[in-house]
């Protein structure tokens, strides 16, 4: 089972812009990648995801505004987030599944705030 540590985090005026990076430990080619974030207290959000296509899936809510993306020889996707809003900030965490084995895998997540 992969292991995937999220970096990029941070803290960007409104209208901003942060990339995040999930760097899995082995190969993610037959995984789908998501990206969700969480606030106190509340659930966890989809925020986009990307499958082995690759296709991306966003959330109304950042459509348009982020763009989700994935370096398989890298072990790498990405989140790039631009006109960062106030309601972008949470803990963002990514999400690596394979669906022929149904295994699952969570990063400790990454920070953002966006504030000024």
């Known amino acids: 089972q992969i292991q995937l540590v999220e970096s990029g985090g941070g803290l960007v005026q409104p209208g901003g812009s942060l990339r995040l990076s999930c760097a899995a430990s082995g190969s993610i080619s037959s995984y789908s990648i998501g990206w969700y974030r969480q606030t106190p207290g509340k659930q966890p959000e989809l925020v986009a995801t990307?499958?082995?296509?690759?296709?991306?899936y966003y959330a109304p809510s950042v459509q348009g505004r982020f763009t989700i993306s994935r370096d398989n020889p890298k072990n790498t996707v990405y989140l790039q987030m631009d006109s960062l809003k106030p309601e972008d900030t949470a803990v963002y965490y990514c999400?690596?599944?394979?669906?022929?084995?149904?295994?699952?895998?969570w990063g400790q997540g990454t920070q953002v705030t966006v504030s000024s």
């Open positions: 999400n690596a599944f394979q669906l022929s084995s149904r295994l699952t895998s």
């Open positions: 990307i499958n082995t296509g690759p296709s991306a």
